[in-house]
């Protein structure tokens, strides 16, 4: 008996050392890593799960989808549709405008044509609320914080122009020898950001501008050689900046502190800033500290907020995370997700699917 104690216990001990180098090996490589700590995360958490509701095909040459309430909007480039979960007609409004264009606003849906400046303005459930004429051609609308801005390029000038709810213009900045990126309205609509290209003089650079009330410049703030193509405050005097390279953090003309990131693909911010890169998600305070990271197989393109939870979804497929943990995954061919509510549309091709979160 104690000879076979003796003959056991080194091979115990080999076998005990090839698993410890084995895992350590394992645990070098950082995407192991955080596919361990998921495993663990994900021990005694209640599975979520999505509920199909309806899906229909759709055979319209669609140009865009969305998803307010329990309605669906379907856009056809002309014709905008409002639709129950199974794809039955409510309401269709016809456009014939020269070059349609549709933006979809946190109540409300902006269809206009670029090319007269003809903005109609209309409630989730279709009706017309109001209508502008511009009378000019416009490059882009969109809306902020409940302020609408529009964008006009005209010859050697471009302009943007920020209307308050009421449909007043409550400011706007003209430019007759940059290139406007994107722009911005803090929550009052007292302050306005905008980003501007500068091809003056041998370098590129992007010039970060702040208004105030009765068009005041505020500040300036140059960053060479990056474009500047997110904006968003997170106080009355601290404003986000991500460009192709880094995201900023800026007040007035000084430069907080910055991060950088390989593959920028997209950004959110809410309580937090996420950032989308390479194959990361990684979750950011206002103060540039980074709080979790997460690693992803799947190529993922996009990210949304989804009741306080995040969502990220590519072409493939899409995944629902709460805090540092991966709640759900799904795999399928994605070509949009919208979101309202507790419901989930996806829009794959000429099929539209309804599903409800929930816990399983």
């Not at 946190?106 to 511009?134: A, F, H």
Request: aromatic share 12%; with cysteine; glycine share 6%.
């Amino acid at each position: 008996m104690e000879s076979d104690k003796r003959d056991s216990s080194p091979k115990g001990l080999k076998i005990f050392i090839i698993i410890f180098l084995g895992l350590s090996i394992f645990l070098l490589n950082e995407k192991n890593q955080e596919r361990l700590i998921t495993f663990f995360n994900s021990i005694g958490v209640k599975e979520k799960t999505l509920e199909l509701v309806d899906s229909f095909k759709d055979k319209e040459s669609l140009v865009s989808v969305n998803l307010y309430d329990n309605n669906i909007i379907r856009w056809n480039g002309n014709k905008l549709s409002f639709l129950k979960s199974d794809g039955s007609i409510i309401l269709e409004k016809e456009f014939n405008f020269t070059d349609p264009f549709i933006y979809y606003g946190q109540k409300n849906i902006y269809v206009t044509d670029r090319s007269t400046g003809d903005i109609y303005y209309l409630d989730k459930n279709g009706q017309t609320i109001y209508r502008n004429q511009i009378n000019k051609e416009i490059f882009n609308l969109k809306e902020s914080n409940g302020y609408i801005i529009y964008h006009i390029k005209e010859a050697g000038e471009e302009s943007i122009t920020i209307l308050d709810k009421d449909n007043a213009i409550i400011g706007s900045t003209s430019y007759e020898d940059k290139n406007i990126l994107t722009y911005e309205v803090n929550k009052n609509g007292k302050k306005r950001v905008l980003s501007s290209l500068d091809f003056k003089g041998n370098v590129l650079k992007s010039q970060i501008e702040v208004y105030g009330e009765n068009n005041e410049k505020l500040s300036s703030l140059d960053i060479e050689g990056e474009i500047a193509v997110y904006l968003q405050f997170i106080s009355k005097d601290k404003i986000i900046v991500l460009t192709d390279y880094n995201i900023y953090c800026i007040k007035e003309d000084e430069v907080l502190w910055k991060k950088q990131f390989d593959l920028i693909k997209d950004i959110y911010i809410g309580e937090d800033i996420y950032i989308l890169y390479s194959n990361y998600l990684e979750v950011i305070d206002f103060d540039g500290n980074t709080k979790n990271k997460i690693g992803f197989t799947e190529d993922y393109g996009k990210i949304m907020d989804f009741n306080g939870k995040i969502l990220v979804y590519g072409e493939k497929g899409m995944s629902i995370i709460e805090g540092n943990k991966e709640i759900l995954k799904y795999t399928d061919e994605i070509k949009e997700v919208e979101i309202s509510k507790n419901n989930i549309l996806i829009w794959n091709n000429d099929e539209i699917k309804i599903y409800r979160f929930s816990n399983k």
